[in-house]
């Protein structure tokens, strides 16, 4: 009688247990060699490649959070050189030059491995600007403002989507960095306007845009600010505005 033949039964194998970076390193052996054995099919290896580079992108996202957390608070408060003039031509609200944010932010970004560039485009009559903060690890996180075109004073139309796109990149780093500008709570004061003076046209296209991307509760929203609509929205308070709309975004 002939001896019965061991057969050799491949199974769709189990993730290994293994709670760090190395667990991705052990899946991929695994791969390797499963890779070799004639016995283990197409769909396995594809559900095989498919969870390591879950196991892949979860550790980078992991990675992103701890060297933000890490960076945050290295990031400056930012001096307000940028003003926002009103129709009697005085200083109404002040905010934080583009070119500002990036001689401040850019050698901080490098040393924690992230790296910041924006995606721009068009959405009919608007013009649009993602910001997208990468990390080296492979992970990233972006946002998007769709915005109306700057054509204020005596801009053409190459100055009016440059402004545009500079207000863009401004806001959506702020965003994405949840950075301060220096004299957001100061009630104007110290911006030269009123503390009656409320957010311009501009502003209240950024703030609508964001209560949209996020899905927010307008009403809700409007009742922590203390305000009927988000025309009431007072120009001192815009940072403090954006910057809850931010948070819930980020929460989300």
Do not use: C
């Not at 609200?93 to 560039?117: C, K, M, N, Q």
């Not at 990468?134 to 769709?146: A, D, F, N, V």
């Not at 957001?184 to 502003?203: F, L, M």
Request: hydrophobic share 40%; aromatic share 4%.
């Amino acid at each position: 009688m002939k001896e019965a033949q061991a057969v050799q039964v491949i199974e769709a194998p189990q993730p290994p247990a293994v709670q760090s970076v190395s667990e991705s390193a052990v899946l991929l052996q695994f791969i390797q060699q499963a890779a070799t054995n004639p016995a283990v099919d197409i769909d396995k290896m594809e559900r095989l490649m498919a969870m390591h580079e879950r196991i892949l992108a979860r550790n980078a996202k992991a990675a992103y959070s701890e060297a933000l957390a890490e960076m945050q608070p290295k990031l400056p408060v930012i001096s307000e050189r940028g003003a926002i003039l009103n129709k009697s031509d005085q200083v109404q609200s002040r905010y934080a030059l583009w070119e500002d944010i990036v001689l401040a932010i850019t050698p901080i970004l490098s040393e924690h491995g992230f790296a910041l560039s924006f995606r721009v485009g068009r959405d009919g009559d608007r013009q649009t600007v993602t910001g997208i903060l990468s990390h080296r690890g492979g992970h990233s996180e972006e946002t998007t403002l769709s915005l109306p075109m700057d054509m204020s004073g005596s801009k053409n139309a190459v100055q009016g989507v440059g402004s545009t796109v500079s207000y863009g990149k401004r806001y959506t780093t702020q965003s994405l960095l949840n950075l301060v500008s220096r004299g957001e709570d100061d009630d104007g004061q110290s911006a030269g306007g009123g503390p009656n003076d409320v957010i311009t046209a501009e502003q209240k296209e950024t703030l609508v845009a964001l209560l949209k991307e996020t899905n927010s509760d307008i009403p809700r929203f409007l009742k922590y600010m203390e305000v009927a609509s988000v025309d009431e929205i007072k120009a001192a308070h815009f940072e403090r505005a954006r910057s809850i709309i931010a948070r819930k975004k980020k929460a989300s």
